[in-house]
């Protein structure tokens, strides 16, 4: 009753309510895009490269973050992941060209300036891409039995559709996140991911009935994966909430006759800083391999390549974990700077008990941050590879991809986000909120926006 009553409460407020139905419309129309095909694709095509992407776990992985626009050729087939790119170019020379520094400190003009750039980069990136998805979209066909001609002419015009596309997709991100709820470039992606899930749930299903192939366990192992998926994701909940707390005392300050400071506040440092940033690096480089033989299908590819491209093996496994741990701890010292905290304690009159202000505070902070950062680092490895141990266990290409990885990470992240935002508006207006003990913790991390 108590769940009935906050929808009530969530209906009530006209703010809320017209946010809400806006984000429904506008997803709507991003998904009516996804199912409107390129021009010159037969229904054939579509049916080959459709038995291509589910063989293929690449193509799945890549068809799962347009929401099904890629295995479609839908005018959507690049989907968002261009502008999510150049987001990250863009947040990468932040930190280090002084010159994009100081429009990151120059407020919202800086910021203006900055999205500029991104959308600049971004359709720089969707010219490039653009052929070169055509390209493979043609060999993918060939190699499923179907039949794509593509010149010169149609690969210019069709890139303008493609792009074209992405940007719109861009535009309706930017709509949702001024008129609706949360983040809309990242609720967009949730829209793709959720999209698949109850298709590979109902595959699932189907396959594990008496006299499906693949039916061992039958519906009992069914219902294992089904409690395994939610064990998984309540561990996806601690890594992206977790944090280690820090206390930290302010000096009191007499200015006049009234008394500043005193009170005992807390750092809180986050164990998974880095938020999905490392899967994220480390899956476009791990694709490079894959990409040089052919997605995987080259029978002349030397065996470094063929290792490398079965996103099922061991070696292509532990290198994808090795790496996601270096890139944690790589981005975590690049985005949480214990220096510049030390800094602004220092100017503020604050300082943690126990240890100096200056030097040793920040070497203190450091030291808490490598410490808390090993196990987040190593969860975040384990969970990215969830998706090959499910595989191992005979769960199905599609339904596997739910079990870890980027899916799962942002799925989690983007709907505590957007329940966060939906919870402030509730106690804005004196309602309960969706928690009756505690509050949703969101991500507070930037690179965790997507």
Not at 366 to 379: A, C
């Amino acid at each position: 009753m108590g769940f009935v009553k906050t929808i009530k409460n969530i209906w009530t407020i006209e703010e809320l309510r017209k946010r809400l139905l806006a984000t429904l419309l506008l997803v709507l129309v991003y998904r009516l895009g996804c199912y409107i095909v390129l021009p010159g694709i037969s229904p054939s095509d579509l049916d080959a490269l459709s038995k291509f992407t589910s063989s293929s776990g690449l193509m799945q992985l890549l068809d799962m973050f347009s929401g099904g626009a890629f295995s479609q050729a839908s005018i959507f087939a690049l989907g968002i992941m261009p502008y999510i790119t150049a987001s990250i170019v863009i947040q990468l020379l932040g930190m280090v060209l002084p010159s994009f520094q100081k429009m990151q400190r120059e407020g919202e003009s800086g910021r203006q300036k900055l999205n500029q750039y991104t959308r600049y980069l971004t359709v720089l990136i969707l010219v490039l891409q653009g052929p070169a998805y055509l390209v493979n979209l043609q060999v993918q066909v060939s190699q499923a039995g179907g039949a794509i001609s593509m010149g010169f002419w149609t690969v210019a015009y069709l890139t303008v559709i493609l792009a074209a596309g992405s940007m719109f997709i861009m535009w309706l991100g930017e709509r949702i996140t001024d008129r609706g709820i949360g983040n809309g470039i990242s609720f967009i992606i949730l829209v793709g991911i959720i999209a698949r899930l109850p298709g590979a749930i109902f595959y699932e299903f189907t396959s594990r009935l008496p006299g499906a192939s693949g039916s061992e366990g039958g519906l009992v192992m069914f219902i294992v994966e089904l409690l395994l998926l939610f064990a998984v994701t309540v561990g996806a909940v601690l890594l992206v909430q977790g944090t280690r707390k820090v206390p930290v005392q302010y000096a009191k300050r007499i200015v006049g006759n009234r008394q500043y400071g005193g009170a005992r506040q807390y750092i809180p440092l986050k164990v998974n800083a880095a938020g999905v940033m490392p899967i994220i690096f480390a899956q476009a480089i791990m694709f490079i391999p894959i990409t040089l033989a052919g997605f995987g299908t080259n029978e002349g590819s030397s065996g470094f390549f063929r290792t490398f491209a079965d996103v099922n093996g061991f070696w292509y496994n532990l290198v994808y974990f090795v790496m996601i741990v270096a890139f944690t701890y790589f981005y975590t010292a690049i985005t949480v700077r214990p220096n510049d905290m030390a800094e602004q304690l220092k100017r503020n009159n604050g300082f943690i008990p126990g240890i100096k202000p200056g030097k040793k505070t920040a070497e203190y902070l450091d030291q808490i941050m490598s410490r808390i950062t090993l196990p987040g680092s190593l969860f975040l490895g384990v969970v990215a590879i969830l998706p090959a141990f499910a595989r191992v266990f005979g769960i199905s290409q599609n339904f596997a991809q739910f079990f870890g990885g980027t899916s799962l990470l942002i799925l989690v992240g983007v709907v505590l986000d957007t329940l966060t935002q939906i919870e402030s508006h509730l106690m804005m207006h004196h309602y309960d909120g969706l928690m009756k003990e505690g509050k949703i913790k969101g991500r507070t991390t930037g690179s965790m926006a997507y």
